[in-house]
Structures are given as C-alpha cells and as structure tokens.
C-alpha cells in the first residue's frame, strides 16, 4: 500500500496537469453541448479507462520501454497526434449538423458507446499520459514494497480526481443550458472544440 502522504504528494503533482485543458476536457464539452449530462459518463469512464490502462502498461513495462525506444515512442506520438487531429475534423464537419434544434422528446443515439471509445483513445494514444506514469509514480512508491499494488492505488487516486474534475465541468456546462440550445452556441462550440482537438495533435506531433 502506498501511504496516504504520498497519495496525496502525487495528485498535489498531477493537479495542475489535470487542470490544464486538454482532448478529454475538449470531448467534454462537446459531446454535453450537443447531448446532455449522458453524455458525460462514456467521456469520464473512457478517460478513466485510459488511466488504468497507461498504469497497467507501467507495472508490465512496457511504458518504459516505449520511452526507451525513440522509434516506437515517435510511433505512439504520431498516432495520437493523428487521431486528435482527425477527430477535430470530424468534429468541425459535424457541426453544422448538431446545430440544428433537437427535438424534445429526442433520445440519445445508440452508438453513443462511440463516445467511451474516443475518450479512450484520446487518453491511450497520448504519450504524455504514459510518462506520468514514468516520471512522476516512481517518485511516490517505496521500492522495497510490491510496486503492482502501489501504482494501482495511484491510478485509482487519479482516476478518481480526474472525474471529479469533469464532474464539476460538467455541471459548469450545464448550468449555461439555456445557451446550449441555441443553435449559433452549439456551432460555436463544436467548433471550438475541433480547433482544441486538432491543435493538440498539432503539438503532439511537433513536441
């Protein structure tokens, strides 16, 4: 077990990563713009998702060995970067189509699963969220103790203040759902969102 000040050391270091937006916070806001607070669940569980399996890859090593091979580090950031920015697009085209009124009686599609997947990929396919787990996890576990457990308990430490923080997001978004009807607003921030989108893949492709 890591022990509570470590855990508490570790999120005080992953806070300002948290809150600096990012593809979830993005995913975020468009998906609750154009489909309600259900549509906030797949986006914090596929994030989430990503977490465990970016902590997973850190207790197998294979994180490690992705930052020790420049080849396969650079494959990683260029898919990432690629889907981000191919997202974004996605996001920009389908704007004009989600800014029309919905009806009020309307449900959420079916495929909205598609939502967990692309908060998923989005956080996966992000090499800076598997460095995390390499630079700033072995600072807060004791070596001499089974590092499986430790990391799990890190992740779940992060898993759980990265939801609050979309929680609260969240309910920041909602409270302007008048706004969110109209039109004009949701086009806006659709696109908006595709520019974050795509310029986060810019930068991952360049950093």
């Known amino acids: 077990m890591v022990r509570p000040y470590a855990v508490a050391g ?38 989430v ?3 465990y399996v970016h ?11 992705v930052m020790h ?3 396969a580090f650079t494959a990683i950031r260029l898919t990432g970067a690629v889907y981000l920015v191919g997202l974004g697009v996605w996001t920009w085209r389908s704007a004009r189509a989600d800014a029309a009124p919905a009806p009020a009686r309307l449900r959420l599609p079916r495929g909205s699963d598609s939502v ?5 990929l989005a956080n996966v396919l992000n090499p800076k969220a598997a ?10 576990i004791a070596p001499r103790r089974p590092f499986g457990g430790q990391i799990l308990t890190l992740a779940t ?7 609050l ?9 909602l409270r302007a759902s008048h706004a969110l009807n109209r039109p004009r607003f949701r086009r806006t921030a659709a696109r908006a969102t595709s520019a974050v989108l795509i310029a986060l893949g810019v930068r991952s492709a360049l950093t």
Do not use: C, E, K, N
């Not at 460095?131 to 807060?140: C, E, G, K, N, S």
């Not at 430490?157 to 939801?163: E, N, R, V």
């Open 69 to 71: 091979s420049s080849v």
């Open 55 to 65: 902590a997973a890859l850190a207790v197998a090593g294979l994180s490690a060995l």
């Open 10 to 47: 570790f999120l005080v270091a992953i806070l300002p990563l948290i809150a600096t937006p990012g593809a979830s916070l993005a995913l975020l806001v468009r998906h609750v713009t154009g489909g309600g607070r259900r549509r906030a669940l797949p986006v914090v569980l596929g994030t």
């Open 131 to 140: 460095a995390v787990y390499l630079t700033l996890v072995p600072q807060f």
């Open 116 to 120: 967990f997947v692309q908060a998923l």
């Open 49 to 51: 998702t990503g977490l």
């Open 165 to 173: 923080w979309l929680t609260a997001w969240t309910f920041l978004i």
């Open 157 to 163: 430490a992060h898993a759980l203040l990265i939801a």
